[in-house]
């Protein structure tokens, strides 16, 4: 990033003004298709070379070995790294990178092995023209080199500048290729030997069964066991006997990195077959087809914010969390079309899919269906989903939702009407007696009232169809969408569709208001009552909220970052939650309860967008309900593709500030580094900086001062 140009004497005050609020670490509860995911690809000209190895010095650079030399990232620009003059690396192909405890930068390439600290550069001829595969550093602040050679590779311990190597008698074979500690002791995987435990007392030897290949990676697997990386599968060392460990797994699976991350989620890197999470319980895969540079994953690390990257033969990746992730068919949903979401008052909740009823409870899904000609069931379930077949149902596309005050839901669908209780299916009506049911409210009396865009506004009693008044009746062409009850007058809202608000009670409309009240034009596609009587209404021309007779508009010049409001809900802190067509906001209860007073007053809103998990676009369908709060306090959005779900009492948040570094000054055409004093009388300058966090890094807005 590149500062202007002056013309004076100055001095530069440089800060990061914004830094947006962010993923902090990974959610272990969520699958790898539910993280933010970035990709920088080889192919696409992002480094000359495949990426092998990834390290952060303390200053928050991340550093990435290639192919063909030593790059340094600061998220948005990779720039090649070279030594000092008059001196080099032992060869440009990077296999892999230490940052230790003190901030040394450990450098190991196919011909040897280098360090750079505070500017200086160290290079060690023990190592000289051997391919340092592996490094640690222990516990005691030893650093440990592992490298493979011919005949012989080493192992080599190096500490306050003293390098002492061991293997020149062939005891390692061809060398070594991994290194970790586990129970206080430094184990080394061979190329060839099998397993050592080499520290402390005298070293033993562990035979690894299968063919012959390296011992690729170690890492304290989930049982407590030390899991191995090996040609065919997972390996673990246990009472001192190596075994195969099962994985859910099937056909060829060759794993070559692990990593654990520091919420306990263990993430393999495979030769072949991509990017694979265990967390929880379960395992999930990350591959090519779902956006993975490349199945062959080379290297895996985890940056102090917390995120997550995958080196591969072509390209990087990078994985955060979401503020606001996707619940989709991926984690067991039925369909990819969701119309309504419903937060039942057991606790569970509710989806509306296009191909069945999805019934989510602590995790598990249950789907209903009724079993067509043309419905056929999957063929490999999530280990949390199980399906229920109902010939009661009337159809499987599901519409809106609605839980009575009996604590039955109400299915609608393009077949007919039924309603759900003791886990039966009750049709109500002729099979094709309704057609797209967009909303249904109760009233205080027990009545149901349904909207149904073509047969208009029913009354429904024990189950029974008691009154039907169509919508030229109410006075409009165009049907209602959402319908709520005002319990206190025993009177119903209606909202519509080519816009406009209606109170209909005793079977008539008794009042009306448009956009020439003061209500959003456009569509209305959501209504909630306040605990004080006030009406907010959800349009294509803001949120409007009335109140008295009154009504006033909350828009894009009033703090909104767009008009459009597709649906609302209320978190357990009393802050508004919107779901727009440009994302999501969040507002405060102080700024809801000011903005009456002065309907000119800004308002200020927490804004979250695509960088945050929430696409901007037009929701589908228009049934209700679209937003819904369950018992946990979660808040469930409909989406494209799915469910959006928010934690408002744990929103990721990143804590750390972005540190930020002028890299250079170029001052009347003469570059100096970062701390230079420049000459007098300078009249053209231009200073490049940079600010260092992998979040979201083209979000970072920086502030500067001359003087």
Request: proline share 5%; glycine share 12%.
């Amino acid at each position: 990033m590149r500062g202007a140009r002056t013309r004076a004497r100055f001095a530069v005050t440089l800060g990061l003004a914004l830094a947006c609020p962010c993923a902090f670490a990974l959610n272990p509860a969520l699958d790898i298709s539910q993280y933010a995911h970035k990709a920088w690809k080889v192919s696409e000209g992002f480094t000359r070379g495949a990426i092998n190895a990834i390290a952060q010095t303390p200053d928050g650079y991340l550093w990435l070995g290639t192919e063909f030399g030593l790059l340094r990232f600061d998220g948005v620009r990779a720039v090649e790294w070279t030594p000092p003059a008059d001196q080099q690396l032992p060869s440009n192909a990077i296999v892999r990178l230490l940052v230790t405890r003190n901030g040394t930068l450990w450098i190991g390439t196919l011909k040897g092995l280098a360090s750079w600290k505070g500017g200086r550069f160290t290079t060690y001829a023990e190592l000289a023209g051997l391919d340092v595969l592996a490094l640690l550093e222990d516990h005691e602040g030893t650093v440990w080199a592992g490298a493979i050679g011919v005949p012989n590779g080493r192992l080599c311990a190096i500490r306050s500048g003293a390098l002492k190597c061991q293997g020149e008698d062939g005891t390692l074979d061809g060398g070594v290729v991994s290194l970790c500690e586990w129970k206080g002791a430094l184990w080394a995987g061979t190329s060839t030997a099998g397993l050592w435990r080499w520290k402390p007392g005298p070293p033993r030897l562990y035979s690894v069964p299968g063919s012959v290949s390296s011992v690729l990676d170690l890492i304290e697997g989930d049982n407590g066991a030390l899991w191995i990386a090996k040609n065919g599968g997972i390996r673990e060392l246990t009472d001192g006997k190596v075994e195969a460990h099962p994985l859910p797994v099937n056909g060829q699976f060759n794993p070559g990195k692990l990593l654990r991350d520091r919420e306990g989620g263990l993430w393999i890197g495979t030769a072949g077959q991509g990017l694979w999470h265990l967390h929880q319980g379960r395992a999930d895969v990350f591959a090519s087809a779902d956006g993975l540079s490349s199945d062959l994953v080379r290297r895996l690390f985890e940056d102090r914010e917390g995120n997550i990257w995958a080196a591969t033969s072509d390209g990087l990746d990078r994985f955060r969390d979401f503020a606001v992730p996707t619940i989709s068919m991926r984690q067991g949903l039925s369909g990819g079309g969701v119309g309504s979401v419903l937060a039942a008052r057991d606790g569970s909740v509710w989806v509306a899919t296009g191909d069945g009823l999805n019934h989510w409870s602590n995790g598990q899904i249950t789907v209903y269906r009724k079993r067509t000609g043309g419905s056929l069931s999957r063929l490999a379930l999530p280990p949390n989903v199980r399906e229920k077949y109902d010939e009661k149902l009337p159809q499987n596309s599901v519409e809106s939702l609605f839980e009575d005050s009996r604590g039955r839901i109400w299915v609608p669908t393009l077949d007919g009407l039924a309603y759900l209780e003791n886990d039966r299916f009750i049709p109500v009506g002729s099979p094709l007696g309704m057609f797209l049911v967009h909303s249904i409210a109760e009233d205080g009396a027990g009545n149901l009232w349904v909207a149904d865009q073509f047969r208009g506004l029913l009354r429904l009693l024990d189950g029974k169809l008691v009154q039907e008044i169509p919508w030229e009746r109410l006075g409009h062409k165009d049907s209602s969408g959402p319908v709520v009850s005002d319990h206190g007058q025993d009177g119903l809202w209606l909202g519509f569709y080519q816009g406009g608000l209606a109170y209909f009670k005793d079977g008539q409309i008794r009042a009306s208001y448009s956009s020439a009240d003061g209500l959003g034009q456009g569509h209305v596609y959501d209504l909630r009552f306040e605990k004080d009587g006030a009406l907010w209404a959800a349009t294509d021309g803001g949120l409007s909220r009335f109140k008295n007779g009154r009504i006033a508009t909350l828009t894009r010049k009033n703090g909104l970052p767009c008009d459009a409001v597709h649906a609302m809900i209320e978190d357990d802190d009393h802050s508004l939650w919107l779901r727009l067509e440009c994302g999501m906001a969040r507002i405060a209860r102080r700024e809801l309860d000011a903005w009456p007073a002065d309907s000119n007053r800004t308002i200020q809103a927490t804004v979250f967008d695509s960088s945050d998990g929430v696409r901007s676009r037009a929701l589908p369908g228009g049934y209700t309900p679209r937003a819904a709060k369950s018992a946990d306090g979660k808040l469930w959005f409909v989406t494209e593709g799915g469910v959006n779900v928010v934690d408002p009492h744990h929103l990721p948040f990143n804590k750390l500030p972005p540190t930020v570094h002028i890299e250079q000054v170029i001052a009347d055409r003469k570059t100096y580094a970062a701390g230079a004093k420049l000459p007098p009388l300078v009249r053209d300058v231009e200073i490049d900086y940079t600010a260092l966090s992998f979040v979201v890094p083209e979000k970072n807005r920086f502030r500067y001062k001359l003087e």
